[in-house]
């Protein structure tokens, strides 16, 4: 199973960019998805999942501003980012969750500058 994500890119606060997700390889089909965040410095952090039964949650941090969608058909995830802050920097990356095993992507860099 492999991660690949893509999407991240230089934006000016208040722009907007779209993170995108897709798994390769089989995957149980009961799965959560999710974007997880980390800042130079700082510990990773939960930004947003969505789970193959239609559940969904963004952190307090971005709600608003977030949003995150799933194709379970493609396998796919998709975090929707408006309104970019300078304190939205950080390497994005996806994750996987199939019962007891996790799989990551390889990151991908926002970068927001005032």
């Known amino acids: 199973v492999q991660l690949q994500a893509y999407g991240g890119g230089l934006v000016q606060a208040g722009g907007s960019l779209t993170l995108s997700c897709t798994v390769s390889g089989n995957i149980f089909r009961i799965n959560v998805m999710g974007w997880y965040r980390q800042a130079p410095g700082k510990q990773r952090e939960l930004v947003a999942s969505?789970?193959?039964?239609?559940?969904?949650s963004v952190a307090d941090s971005v709600k608003g501003r977030f949003a995150i969608s799933r194709d379970n058909a493609k396998k796919s995830v998709t975090l929707q980012m408006n309104n970019l802050q300078t304190e939205d920097t950080a390497v994005y990356y996806c994750r996987l969750a199939v019962t007891k095993r996790e799989y990551w992507g390889q990151g991908t860099l926002v970068t927001v500058s005032s």
């Open positions: 969505a789970s193959s039964s239609g559940s969904s």
